[in-house]
């Protein structure tokens, strides 16, 4: 697979939507004038949350309509009853909507479409095109042939009103789940196995979210899709490549049945990322098995744990269109998705000074019961974004990291005897290091200069200069860092007989107890903490108990 990176040092050239090969197709269409519109359609299963490949559909068909003056659906897919939910329906919706897009009043449901379905199917029955079979699984597996050797179905010439009886008898319920199916009657010796008279319906006792106990048939996938677009008047229904192989059906449908629309589908290559899974199916493993706390983990690639982790939609759609859509598949470097979000918050999130390990020192030249109000850029990238007001006292906070000891050659922060620049205040000396009795550094004490406040007139340089916060006036913080949810690049790759779990980063969070200005942040607030990130308060945040995730840090840690 071919691994798309971050672009580093630049940008890529931005890709945009135009000039991608689905437009190109879109286009010829609306010239020759097969169609004279757009209408397209977002179909999620709702058996779980969305994650960013749906996003990247979700643009790709919102954006495609869009960009032709057209409309888009969203359909709800929902033709299997056991795994679906009306929990998923709304989280779908509300992920949706956070994205940015309006299906305004078109919100469907393949389930409203059941009993035209139903009729489709009894067409095909009445013109010779489908049968009932009543071979069980595993004897369809078996007599399914293979290349060059055509599948068997002893069941294909049932006599057209038998077929008509059964499958009305298959409706009102008077037969098991899989005694019964109904067959499209095409070709058993076809070299696409999807051709071999595909089974359209089957027999599924139970009770489906919306049209509860009605229906004990429930159509296929393969049948459902293609007509239910066609209902709707879909131009381009566009979907992932593993459809490919069923586009035939997709076409076969459409011309053998009296559906509406003569629809048209164009696949392109599902987004994989690095670093991470997408397949609903792993990631409900994860949830289910608690090694995420829930689908909105923010180390879960859903969209809810994006918007938890503290991502904007902004930053999201800008990545789906710089990836661009093609027809192999690749994998995306995650690195990438961090970039857009980078730009994306460096003009937007005000700059703050947070401390994550903390360490105290004291000024002993300045004066005790003493502070002034210091001030400091909200975010130089925005000058109207002003400044705020600092305390700056005898005692503060600095991250342990920016003191060493014994420093190397190049550590140019604090040391001892050495000097550094407090961020919107004054230049420090290091004169005394305290220890407790077990040799570890507790306390630094230092002499300011009152000479240097910044924006003063001092012209002494230092070569490093580091946040602090003020000891009395600063508010404890809990900080959650997080590293990929999987070290491997791809998590999928692992020995034989063993599986993806194996690959989960065991530090994947690591949470700080930080000290922080004090400031009153709102849910979902987005903070650059100086030096190390974006930052967005979490939901379990309160005015008494901060928490903060990391979004992602300053810095690239790409390391291919
Ligand atoms: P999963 O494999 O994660 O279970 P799915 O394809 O079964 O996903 P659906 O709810 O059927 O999930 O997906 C809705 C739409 O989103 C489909 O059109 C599907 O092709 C598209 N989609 C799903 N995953 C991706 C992806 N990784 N990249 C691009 N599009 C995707
Ligand atoms: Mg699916």
Redesign the pocket.
């Known amino acids: 697979m071919e691994l798309k990176t971050a672009p580093t040092p630049e940008p890529a050239e931005k890709k945009t939507m135009s000039g991608n090969f689905i437009h190109d197709d879109i286009e010829e269409d609306l010239t020759e004038g097969r169609y004279n519109k757009v209408h397209t359609r977002?179909?999620?299963?709702?058996?779980?949350y969305?994650?960013?490949?749906?996003?990247?559909?979700?643009c790709?068909?919102f954006g495609t309509a869009q960009k032709y003056g057209g409309v888009c659906n969203l359909r709800f897919?929902d033709t299997n009853p056991a795994k679906e939910d009306d929990e998923y329906i709304r989280s779908i919706k509300a992920d949706v909507r956070w994205l940015g897009f309006d299906w305004g009043e078109n919100l469907f449901y393949a389930s409203d479409y059941f009993d035209k379905l139903y009729g489709y199917a009894v067409e095909l029955i009445r013109a010779g095109k489908a049968y009932v079979c009543e071979l069980s699984a595993d004897q369809m597996r078996e007599y399914r042939g293979s290349i060059g050797v055509p599948a068997r179905s002893p069941w294909r010439d049932r006599p057209i009103e038998e077929s008509l009886d059964l499958f009305e008898r298959m409706k009102n319920g008077e037969f098991a789940d899989g005694q019964y199916t109904l067959r499209a009657k095409i070709d058993l010796a076809s070299p696409n196995f999807v051709l071999r008279d595909p089974v359209i319906y089957r027999i599924q006792h139970g009770v489906h979210h919306r049209t509860g106990d009605k229906w004990c048939i429930y159509p296929m996938y393969d049948f459902a899709h293609p007509l239910s677009d066609s209902l709707e008047g879909i131009t381009h229904s566009?979907?992932?490549m593993?459809?490919e192989i069923h586009r035939p059906l997709y076409e076969w449908l459409i011309a053998n049945t009296s559906c509406p629309t003569k629809s048209r589908q164009i696949e392109?290559?599902?987004?994989?990322l690095t670093h991470t899974v997408?397949?609903?199916?792993f990631?409900r493993k994860l949830v289910e098995e608690g090694y995420v706390t829930g689908w909105d983990d923010p180390r879960m690639p859903t969209l809810s744990g994006l918007r938890r982790r503290g991502y904007t939609p902004e930053a999201i759609r800008d990545f789906c269109e710089r990836i661009g859509v093609a027809k192999a598949e690749s994998m995306v470097d995650t690195a990438l998705l961090e970039h857009c979000l980078r730009e994306d918050l460096n003009t937007k999130a005000d700059r703050v000074m947070c401390v994550l390990d903390p360490l105290k020192v004291i000024i002993t030249n300045y004066p005790e019961n003493e502070r002034e109000m210091l001030p400091v850029d909200n975010n130089p990238e925005k000058p109207e974004r002003g400044k705020r007001l600092l305390p700056f006292s005898r005692e503060i906070y600095i991250e342990r990291e920016d003191f060493m000891e014994e420093p190397p050659k190049k550590f140019f922060r604090l040391k001892p005897g050495g000097e550094v620049r407090l961020k919107g205040a004054y230049i420090i000396k290091c004169e005394e290091v305290v220890k407790d009795a077990a040799g570890n550094i507790t306390e630094l004490r230092c002499t300011y200069d009152p000479e240097t406040k910044s924006g003063g007139a001092s012209t002494k340089k230092v070569k490093a200069t580091i946040h602090w916060v003020n000891a009395k006036e600063c508010k404890d913080a809990e900080v959650r860092l997080y590293d990929y949810l999987f070290t491997a690049e791809n998590p999928y790759d692992v020995p034989e007989g063993s599986d993806f779990i194996e690959n989960l980063n065991p530090n994947s969070l690591e949470i700080k107890q930080a000290k922080i200005e004090s400031l009153f942040p709102l849910p979902g607030e987005k903070f650059q903490f100086l030096r190390h990130g974006y930052f967005a308060t979490d939901p379990d945040s309160t005015n008494d108990h901060l928490v903060f995730n990391r979004i992602v840090s300053l810095k690239s840690n790409y390391k291919g």
């Open positions: 977002f179909p999620p299963e709702p058996n779980g969305l994650h960013i490949g749906h996003a990247k559909s979700i790709l068909n897919d566009i979907c992932t593993e459809f392109f290559a599902r987004l994989n997408m397949s609903k199916r990631l």
